[in-house]
């Protein structure tokens, strides 16, 4: 029997009524029924859970009671069972914490920051072992919630070691990291391959991680070296990385990935049945250091052999480059994800991007939409290849994507609206997009001839004959910021101009969380 806990007691669906609170500290109530057995009028046994207490400043390792509370979490999440809490008091804490027990459905275990107290897991001063390691490692086991906590500085300079903030593997469920403060996670090797992860989700078993969830997270500072920050790899089925703000972070921000090593089944080796939808990514570059150093290849969000995943109402600006749905593996295309009501603007080199890259893979993007996305002045510098990459690029093996009611900006004669790289892939369409500014299309050539002529741009194409072009720029956007206002007049020729798809595609809502269609008719770009 644990002693000196703070006592919670949950109260069956079955009887319950109402419950009743002695003086703030307490619950009472029954767990179940009365079951088969029982004598007539036997009141069955409260199901009991607890409430540990974690303090920095306890002199000894305590009993976990708010007098006497453990001084490391790795001893509180040792006792806690189903329904327990761990809570944790403000203060640094050196350790790296292993969940070794499951929650349950009804009752999951908790790790929580005390209230208005914010607990530091720190990687600094630890000493490591091996070639991966991390600060708070859910593996094998389910039904965990952990929220509140900074955790922060891990940093090498190795390239054959992997640092990650979190790690959740092995078959783990129901995983739930909300109002994480993750910084300074850092592997600053410029040789090989070097790896760290602020969240690192991986389908390495032949049990899929599902309904893993990152919410409210703030994540800074990390150079990822050739990894990336918020990672969902192979047998991930089902998971939501939803109202987080990334910012100066290197290579990748979210990544939904296909392909790799994570999983050795082929069948199992890819992210499938994800949203990543309502974040704010901002400085996701790869000047920020490490192995990548040297270009503008960094993207914000990236889905790379990944299949069914929806990317939506994200706002993206001031990095590299926008959303990819791409691939760089030739066995895994893409496939199957909608890209809908994002707003992207002042990045570097694209906004959104679609297939192959270029004399690298054949995997490329099939079967996707991009629809109702806002894109402004997303062509700042030359490409790789010393082209200008486009507001949407299109390259290798891009087929069956449909590409609608999108609102593309331009802010020079030099932007791309649409560049379409090479001849490889088939049946892609445009239709009912939303032109402006002093920009032109290019159409299978990698750095040839454009043209600023729309009805040259409809026969190239061979859709988008809805489409509508405007000389003026739509909108005028200086310096990025988190506050720009993509919001069109009601005069606006994209106003209720879009085609209307059904909901599946379109969303619920759009980026400002209006009703996406309004008696019948949907506008063209990320708001209605």
């Known amino acids: 029997m644990k002693k000196n806990m703070f006592l919670f007691i949950v109260l069956s669906l079955l009887t319950l009524v109402g419950y009743a609170c002695d003086s703030g500290d307490s619950f009472t109530g029954y767990a179940t029924p009365t079951t088969p057995g029982d004598e007539p009028g036997t009141e069955p046994e409260p199901e009991v859970f607890y409430e540990y207490f974690v303090s920095a400043a306890a002199a000894e390792e305590g009993d976990g009671s708010l007098e006497r509370p453990f001084r490391t979490i790795g001893a509180a999440v040792a006792a806690a069972g189903p329904g327990d809490i761990v809570t944790v008091r403000g203060g640094t804490y050196s350790e790296a914490v292993v969940f070794p027990k499951s929650g349950t459905t009804a009752h999951p275990i908790t790790l929580r920051a005390y209230a208005g107290e914010t607990p530091l897991i720190s990687g600094r001063d630890l000493a490591w072992h091996g070639t991966s390691f991390c ?3 859910v593996s094998g086991v389910s039904n965990i919630t952990v929220e509140g906590f900074e955790i922060a500085d891990l940093v090498i300079d190795d390239s054959k070691r992997e640092v990650n903030g979190v790690v959740v593997n092995d078959g783990a469920t129901s995983v739930t990291l909300r109002n994480l403060h993750i910084h300074d996670i850092k592997n600053l090797a410029e040789d090989e391959y070097p790896g760290a992860h602020a969240i690192h989700i991986v389908g390495n078993t032949s049990k899929a991680v599902r309904n893993a969830v990152v919410t409210g997270c703030r994540i800074h500072d ?13 047998y ?3 998971f939501t990385i939803s109202g987080n703000e990334i910012y100066r ?16 089944d082929p069948s199992r080796n890819y992210a499938r049945n994800g949203i990543i939808c309502d974040n704010v990514l901002y400085n996701i570059e790869n000047s920020l250091g490490g192995r990548l150093r040297d270009g503008y290849g960094a993207i914000a969000i990236y889905a790379d052999g990944a299949r069914n995943i929806t990317i939506e109402r994200n706002r993206i600006f001031s990095s590299d480059r926008g959303i990819g749905i791409v691939s760089e593996t030739n066995a895994y295309p893409t496939t199957g994800c909608i890209v809908r009501n994002n707003i992207v603007y002042g990045c570097w080199r694209t906004g959104i991007y679609l297939g192959g890259y270029l ?3 054949t995997g490329g993007t099939e079967n996707c939409y991009v629809v109702n996305n806002t894109l402004c002045g997303n062509n700042r510098i030359e490409g790789h290849f010393g082209e200008i990459e486009g507001e949407i690029r299109l390259t290798e093996n891009c087929r069956n994507n449909k590409i609608l009611n999108n609102l593309i900006c331009t802010t020079s004669r030099e932007d791309l609206f649409v560049h379409k790289y090479t001849t ?14 002093p920009g032109q299309w290019m159409w299978e050539s990698q750095n040839g001839g454009a043209t600023a002529d729309l009805a040259t741009w409809r026969e190239l194409s061979g859709g988008d ?18 506050h720009a206002d993509f919001t069109i007049d009601a005069s606006s020729s994209a106003k209720n101009a879009g085609q209307v798809l059904p909901i599946y595609f379109l969303g619920t809502t759009d980026f400002a969380g209006n009703p996406r269609v309004e008696n019948g008719k949907v506008s063209i770009g990320a708001i209605q």
């Open 249 to 264: 972070c290197s290579n990748i921000a979210i990544d939904a990935a296909g392909g790799y090593a994570a999983n050795s």
């Open 465 to 482: 004959s809805q489409a509508v072009y405007e000389a003026v720029p739509v909108f005028s956007v200086g310096e990025p910021d988190a």
């Open 135 to 137: 600060l708070v490692l």
């Open 222 to 234: 990390c150079v990822t070296g050739t990894s990336e920050t918020v990672t969902a790899n192979g």
């Open 236 to 238: 991930v089925d089902g």
């Open 359 to 361: 004399n690298y893979t």
């Open 424 to 437: 490889t892939g088939a049946d892609n369409l445009f239709a009912n997009n939303h032109y402006s500014g």
